[in-house]
């Protein structure tokens, strides 16, 4: 596979052809924020958080989808980088309810340590406290929709790492939301082989093991990024 | 011409509030009024939320007494999952209670109350507070300060931090009780202690020169209830609710917290946010109960260790019956922390607090469920309703300070009765009398305290027709008035 030579925060550097901005700036040490990506699972730029300004394009462009080029030049860390990403960071606070300090998820959440990384000590938006409920029905796993960030990766991951295929996002805008099977409450949602892969993929704490109380969903990411990368290498596979 | 006057917010509590005094044309306080002004809403907004939540989020209802809301709250939880929990991690959790109960009181007692009686009440207002304290005697005001941290301490062992652990859980509690731990608490204890005796000597000191605040601080006959175990003894995490009259008769005994609707009525008045609970079959207001340090040494027929043992018999000696001077609370309290330091000292001999079977594990057997626990200021309970899936669907709290209304509304009429008569200017040190009234009880009102600095007075001299005919305000960026009353009447 041919290699690509590009620039990266002016660090020269080459990369293999293909593989998207985000895996170049990781390789060459450059960590960008996100949220709605997850090792071993393909992406679909839903959060907007690794945002990269590149040389010739008017727009920014999500690090995660996009592949690199021959003699590109990209910024990962400008001033309307940076702005960019507080406001986006502050809109998803704004967006649903997040209540650090008695969620499941404390102390373990992507969202808080994006949070703290990137220096948000408030948020200048009217917060919009909409009433989302907790689907509770599921024998082992409960849903808050109140802490969800729709980044979709259990929606991802329960399509193309379980092949279950029970979740989804339903709704457009402000009312989009994470479904089970045909809009149905967990507990009834046939489809679900209740195998938590979806709940290890929870970046925040939307997605819980029924029972947690503050700050006991430690979750361990590794077990998928185990399970996708024995399959694609054929591990199981015997002659 | 009725008056009115009105004393806000009052301070040195936790929380805020304020005092309406009525005066008729002589001059004389007809009634008083104890109105809470912060409104939190945690009843309504938790609707919805799965019960196993409820620990972490009800301990945020207040900062001072976090553990009690912790406690009664995963008691709740236990009870909707129908567990008997894991023995260690009962024991674990009436030691935290017990360091709630020292911290708390302790606070209470030297931060909050004791300016007025050791320091004097006409002590100017700028030193009348712990740091006026620390300026008359500095040793006594350290040792007060680190008891408070001997509990903070012995919670943070346990919980992993001082304030709002959440580390009570339905089924049992999330961690032990380390060695390490253990050897830190050991080694603190004798202080502890040694601070505990020297508050009796200063108490029995005070109690000799304010013979005339017992007389007139709350003294009035009423119930009192608190929890004891089967056989009288004083309880704090377990047991069930006693009745006694202000003769000392048990009315009510061993009634299960599941049935406390059956004894105890919920009354709302537009006055305040706080509502105010009373022993039902004697209706409102005649129901009028007392909780907290006062009424659980009233009910209890021994502490069940010996040198609280000891107190007891002394403190009983102060009533008919019943101790019913609510100047006592103080008193009471300062053998509550003896109890719980000589409790803490037995734990502390018990192995099973190391262990690890800390968690029953079940689902949702009972659609309702109360938890109930004695907070430092009185008896609290969670009443939690679930929906087959664990969420909630009621909530209802009924906390030691809203069971105190009736009392603190007749403690500051009784106390402005005796000192203000018939005067035109009433000056700040009765008003500061007043306000001690409501100290006795340490409502917890579930906020900051004001523990610290001027006390920030708001007096409004108020005509039958509402019109406001005269005020004073002092806040905590107004300058001091040169002369000493903050008060107009």
Redesign the interface.
Known sequence: MAAKTLTIDDKHLSAEEGATLLQAAKEAGITLPTLCHLEGIYDVGACRLCLVEVKGLTKLVPACTTRVAEGMEVLTNSERLRKYRRMTLELLFAERNHIC??C?ANGHCELQTLAYSLGMDHVRYEYRTPRW??D??HRLF?MDHNRCVLCSRCVRACWHVEGAGTKNVSGRGARAHIITDLNQPW?EADSCTACGKCVQACPTGALFH???????MVRDRHRLEFLVTARQKKEWITD | MATRILIDPVTRIEGHAKISLFVDDAGNVEDAEFHVVEFRGFEKFCE???Y??M???TP?ICGICPVSHLLASAKAGDAIMAVEIPPAADKLRRLMNLAQFVQSHALSFFHLSAPDFLLGWDTPQAQRNVFGLIGANKALARAGIRLRQFGQEIIEILGGRKI?P?WA??GGV?SPLTPEGRERIRHWLPEAQATVQTAFTLWEQTLATHQRELETFGNFPSLFMGLVAEDGTWEHHGGKLRFTDSHGRVIADQIDAGNYPTVIGESVQTSSYLKSPYYLPLGFPAGIYRVGPLARLNVCSQMGVPRADAELVKFKRLGQGAVTSSFLYHYARLIEILAALEYIERYLEDDELLSSELRA?AGINNRRGVGVSEAPRGTLFHDYTVDR???LQKVNLIVATGQNNLAMNRTVAQIARHYIQGRGKIPEQLLNRVEHGIRCYDPCLSCSTHAVGRMPLHVQLIGPDHTILDEVTRGDDAPLPAAAPGAAT
């Open positions: 300090a008695v499941v409920g907790v509770h029905t409960g507990g029924k029972g947690a109380t503050v700050g006991e | 919805g939320r799965p196993t939540e620990p972490g989020i945020r709002h959440a859980v339905p999330r594990d899936n664990g969420l």
